[in-house]
């Protein structure tokens, strides 16, 4: 039986205004950061405050919606407060009220995830055909959210308006549109990208108050349920897995906090750097219709996995050399491999290993290791990588000054410009433990010829 059109669209379209509130800021917030002169440290937390949130809030906020709220009206609720959050986010320039504003929309903005994937599978009728088709619309979303604000940005250049205005549609005026739209620009609203969220979110907190009405059970959910799932670590190839998946995923951050200024730096501008990015969803779309399901069939889960993991060091291998501006460019679709190989395989390899009854708990305890724990863990990772590969000396007597001040002597950035990023350095270091772990893969991760069938079966 075919979903309703109706129920469809309304399920794509949350999925889609979700992922446009988050991917309007998470990627782009790096430099306003740095222009608001936060300190690295300051930075770090900014960064590792979502992760920390994913650990904790989706269980309170299943227990809300489990028990006492309709999930569709606490959805609506977190999303318009979280709208206001951002609106006053995008004017806060003092350190100690971002930590704060962002902390407290972190904890309103983690529980989404998980609900609104629990929502559209309570109201398909065929999760395992149906799913997929609405949650790319997160994927198209987050790729919208890049080119609304590159377009806002450009709109904001009043060279570009002008040259917009004077529409003649001639080889000469389409030249110079595209070296407006290609060259530096003059610098748009301050904030923009949490303006932006902060529309996509309170857009979304209206349109929820329309989702498919979806009442709590009363029953209710064990909040600790994900550790039923600890009893997958007797397998050896499970605890294998999830160790070398945690240490994978503190690679991320380097991925997701620095690459607006690395690639600001190269020559990209600034206006440009969130279309530009979203390259890597675009590849993701890609990878995961039309590459994915034949790979797991030729190669198995093992092999996948691997490849998965090997397409992070290409990318970062092209980042450390940082030219030619079109190759660092092109790089970001190893993002979109390394996302659909890795991330999604996995989730597919720990539901066939967990039994029946305890799946949920183990892709529970699968997002915990790595969304979570490994997410930030990675933040905390690259704030301290981050001082050592930034130019200029650490100043203050205390134990770790001397310890960040012993290392930048070592690789030498004490005496580079202050401020300045060696990026080859930064993105050497997640280039080798990435490779690390895709050779750990192959020779420490050997999953039994049962799972290997599952798997098959799976796709």
């Known amino acids: 039986m075919s979903m309703p059109a109706s129920i469809r669209f309304r399920l794509s379209t949350m999925m889609f205004l979700l992922y446009c509130a988050w991917g309007s800021w998470a990627v782009v917030a790096y430099p306003l950061f740095l222009e608001r002169g936060f300190s690295p440290a300051v930075i770090g937390w900014l960064f590792s405050l979502m992760p920390l949130a994913c650990i904790v ?6 227990q809300i919606a489990d028990r006492w709220v309709p999930t569709q009206y606490f959805l609506a609720a977190v999303a318009l407060a979280g709208g206001g959050l951002l609106l ?63 377009l806002w940005r450009h709109l904001s250049d ?14 000469e005026w389409i030249a110079k549109l595209w070296d407006l739209w290609w060259g530096p620009s003059a610098p ?14 309170l857009a979304l907190g209206v349109f929820c108050f329309f989702l498919p009405h979806t009442p709590p059970s009363k029953q209710g959910v064990n909040p600790l349920a994900f550790l039923e799932a600890l009893k997958l670590l007797k397998d050896r190839n499970f605890t294998v897995f999830l160790v070398i998946a ?13 690459t607006p200024a690395f690639l600001a730096d190269i020559g990209i501008a600034s206006a440009n750097v969130p ?49 030619p501006t079109w190759l660092v460019a092109a790089a970001l679709t190893f993002h979109g491999f390394g996302y659909a190989f890795f991330f999604v395989a996995s989730q597919i390899y720990v539901n066939n290993v967990a039994h029946k009854d305890i799946r949920a708990s183990a892709q529970s ?7 979570g724990l490994g997410m930030w863990l990675g933040a905390m990772l690259f704030t301290f990588i981050n001082v050592v590969c930034t130019g200029g000396p650490v100043e203050g007597t205390g134990c770790t000054d001397q310890f960040y001040a012993w290392l930048k002597h070592l690789v030498g950035t004490d005496v580079m410009t202050a401020g300045v990023t060696n990026w080859s350095y930064l993105f050497l270091f997640p280039c080798a433990l990435t490779a690390l772990c895709a050779v750990a893969y192959l020779i420490f991760f050997k999953p039994s010829k049962q799972q290997l069938a599952a798997e098959a079966a799976s796709v």
């Not at 809030?57 to 299943?62: K, L, Q, T, V």
């Not at 945690?246 to 620095?258: A, R």
């Not at 790979?295 to 450390?320: C, E, M, Q, S």
């Open 57 to 62: 809030a989706p269980f309170i906020g299943g």
């Open 365 to 371: 305890l699968l997002t915990l290791v790595t969304v």
């Open 88 to 150: 006053t986010m995008a004017r806060e320039a003092d350190p100690t009220w971002m930590l704060l504003l962002m902390g407290v929309y972190s904890i309103l903005f983690a529980p989404t995830l998980p609900l609104t994937n629990s929502l559209a599978f309570h109201h398909l009728k065929d999760p395992d055909r149906d799913f997929g088709g609405i949650r790319v619309w997160g994927t198209i979303g987050w790729i919208v959210a890049g080119l609304s604000l590159t």
């Open 188 to 201: 748009g609203v301050e904030g923009d990208l949490f303006y932006l969220a902060a529309g996509f979110s």
């Open 275 to 323: 279309s530009v990015m979203t390259i890597a969803q675009i590849a993701e779309i890609v990878v995961l219709a039309f590459l994915l399901p034949p790979a797991i069939k030729k190669f198995g889960l093992r092999w996948t996995l691997a490849l998965g993991v090997i397409a992070w060091p290409l990318r970062y291998v092209i980042f450390a050399i940082g030219q």
């Open 246 to 258: 945690f240490v994978v995923t503190t690679e991320l951050n380097f991925y997701y906090i620095p």
């Open 158 to 171: 009043p060279a570009f308006l002008e040259e917009l205005g004077g529409f003649g549609f001639t080889p």
